[in-house]
């Protein structure tokens, strides 16, 4: 059972406080740095080597879903689409492939992936608003090699299947029997007995069927494969998990050469995706082993599968974590800028003496942290009078900023859209009237709404658009309930505000851009304002800044006044509109 499916009913954590094994490791590098990137929600740059990784995984994990015994190698790169089950076996004669064959094949099918997959994460990365670095900084030769030193070991384990598997499991894959959660192989139905099922001693392509490891399917929503825990409170998500042969060997794959501080990170987080293991089965059964396959060297390096006791430790570690920094909320004197000695590796993940570099000098945070050229300092102030300015404004807390509403109205109208689960609905409270915005499908109570239903609006996000109507935007947190009565809380369509004036010092800046759909190019600039209990994102279309921006750096300390208040999930935005100012407070230097 390499994943788990949580009934939400009883997950008494959710899906975004769980404790994880990148969690546990920055925490333990730096807990100032985990304070920024998990508490603020700091988004890290986005460097081309991180969609290189990416690319990588990927490639691996399309070769080896598919098979050489239902698709030649030049086959389309999307020759999966319609499901393997649409697939015919190649040829009799295809169980009579040799081992340097099915290599060919791999490498084969690796360029045609590796050319589609290479291109969808530079596109990824051109539109990330963080990006940082320029894509020619990487070699898509490199990668492909990388790609091609992962199907060397998954094949070196596919002719150790050849040779060792026994009678017993051959008969019993060919039968049809299959793992609870199989290995993704393309196909949705589990035939019996096996379609590639061939006659006497294994062959080569039945080998690479039964070899297969679990792991991700790339076309799988984002982390909806996860182990979790079965209180709910730690969640990791396995690369490979190879158990062919009735012993499980859970595999990291690392598109690097292991040299740096990270490798130690990538050991305690074996370490823990076997206690994970461990707890997801009852207790009962241990991991056989543990790899990480570096696939830029390539090597792969063996890590000692934690005895009972240590994973009885782990696991009490990472509970006790758990409470202290996500089933509590810390603040920032609870996470000192005091960062960890760096560890010291070469090639292939061995140890060797630490560096003499301080983990400061490579930290993205460094402009802002008082380890670097940052400080601790945060006035509190409730006003503000720019210089020259006869108005004085009210500060709001970046933390007190709510940018939800529960509103009590009746339906004015509500009718099809082009959209078929995002109907055209309108409000009208008292004479106050209300478009709603649906940025998500709507539920069953909404389709069941008739002109003169009286609702509860919760969590809505009110905004006012550039005619001065009002809009009220449903998203992932918002909802449509049927109510007689107004709830205490609920607010009128006047009741509301959406403009706000906020202090924060800039962490980072932000830039997307690209061609609408008329043809014109387009461009929204941003950047992340904190204080010591949160961060907002402030962000508009470029030619909504002031020069101003231009030269505001991490660190700076800067008022945003006249501000409107959007959001999307647990994410809030400051969005630049015709009347927003920012001023500079004070200079980082």
């Not at 292991?258 to 207790?283: C, F, I, N, P």
């Not at 009237?433 to 009286?454: C, H, N, P, Q």
């Not at 750096?553 to 969005?575: F, R």
Request: with cysteine; charged share 25%; hydrophobic share 35%.
């Amino acid at each position: 059972m390499p994943f788990q499916i949580v009934d939400p009913e009883t997950d008494t954590v959710g899906p975004f406080n769980r404790l994880s094994s990148s969690q546990v490791n920055t925490w333990n590098a730096c807990k100032r740095m985990w304070f920024y990137q998990k508490r603020l929600r700091f988004k890290i740059g986005q460097i081309p080597k991180l969609f290189l990784g990416r690319a990588v995984e990927e490639t691996f994990c399309r070769v080896i879903m598919e098979s050489p015994g239902l698709i030649v190698s030049q086959s389309p790169w999307d020759v999966y689409a319609k499901g393997a089950e649409q697939l015919l076996l190649l040829n009799k004669n295809i169980h009579a492939m040799k081992a340097e064959e099915l290599k060919e094949w791999a490498y084969a099918r690796a360029e045609i992936h590796w050319s589609i997959i290479f291109d969808k994460m530079r596109l990824l990365w051109e539109k990330s608003e963080r990006k940082m670095g320029e894509w020619s900084d990487i070699d898509s030769d490199i990668g492909l090699q990388m790609c091609r030193h992962g199907l060397d070991f998954h094949i070196e384990e596919v002719l150790r299947c050849y040779s060792e598997i026994s009678d017993y499991d051959l008969n019993t894959w060919r039968s049809g029997k299959h793992h609870i959660i199989p290995a993704p192989d393309g196909r949705k139905n589990r035939p019996s007995p096996h379609p590639l099922a061939w006659e006497g001693n294994c062959s080569l392509i039945e080998a690479w069927e039964i070899a297969r490891p679990w792991f991700v399917d790339p076309d799988a929503p984002a982390f909806s494969m996860n182990a979790i825990h079965p209180e709910h409170w730690f969640q990791g998500e396995y690369d490979l998990v190879y158990r062919w042969d009735g012993n499980i060997r859970i595999v990291d794959l690392k598109a690097s050469i292991g040299s740096g501080d990270r490798s130690g990170d990538y050991v305690l987080q074996l370490e823990m995706y076997a206690m994970l293991w461990w707890v997801t089965h009852q207790k009962k059964e241990m991991v056989d082993s543990l790899e990480v396959w570096y696939l830029g060297v390539p090597s792969i390096k063996s890590v000692e599968v934690p005895s009972q006791k240590k994973l009885e430790l782990i696991e009490q570690n990472c509970k006790n974590l758990w409470d202290e920094i996500r089933n509590k909320t810390p603040e920032l004197e609870d996470c000192p800028p005091m960062p960890s000695e760096l560890r010291g590796f070469a090639k292939g993940g061995i140890p060797i003496d630490p560096p003499s570099e301080k983990r400061c000098d490579y930290c993205e945070w460094s402009t802002i942290c008082p380890s670097g050229d940052g400080d601790d300092n945060f006035p509190m102030i409730e006003k503000y009078k720019p210089l020259g300015n006869v108005h004085e404004f009210n500060l709001t807390g970046l933390s007190e900023l709510n940018p939800r509403v529960n509103i009590f109205a009746e339906v004015f109208s509500i009718s099809p859209s082009t959209q078929a689960l995002r109907p055209k609905m309108s409000i009208i409270e008292g004479q106050n009237y209300a478009t709603i915005r649906f940025m998500v499908d709507a539920d069953e109570t909404v389709s069941d709404l008739r002109k003169g239903d009286t609702i509860r609006l919760v969590d809505v996000i009110p905004t006012v658009n550039h005619r001065g109507e009002i809009q009220l935007k449903i998203d992932p947190h918002a909802s449509i309930q049927k109510a007689i009565e107004r709830e205490e809380g609920d607010k009128g369509l006047l009741d509301f505000q959406t403009r706000y004036n906020s202090r924060g010092k800039i962490a980072y800046k932000t830039e997307k851009s690209g061609v609408g759909r008329n043809g014109k190019p387009w461009r929204r600039l941003g950047l992340v304002m904190f204080d010591q209990h949160a961060s907002i994102k402030v962000e508009g279309w470029d030619n909504l800044w002031p020069e101003l921006y231009h030269i505001l750096k991490p660190g700076d300390d800067i008022i945003v006044v006249n501000g409107s208040l959007d959001a999307w999930a647990v994410q809030h935005t400051i969005v630049m509109e015709s009347g927003t100012m920012v001023h500079l407070i004070q200079d980082n230097g």
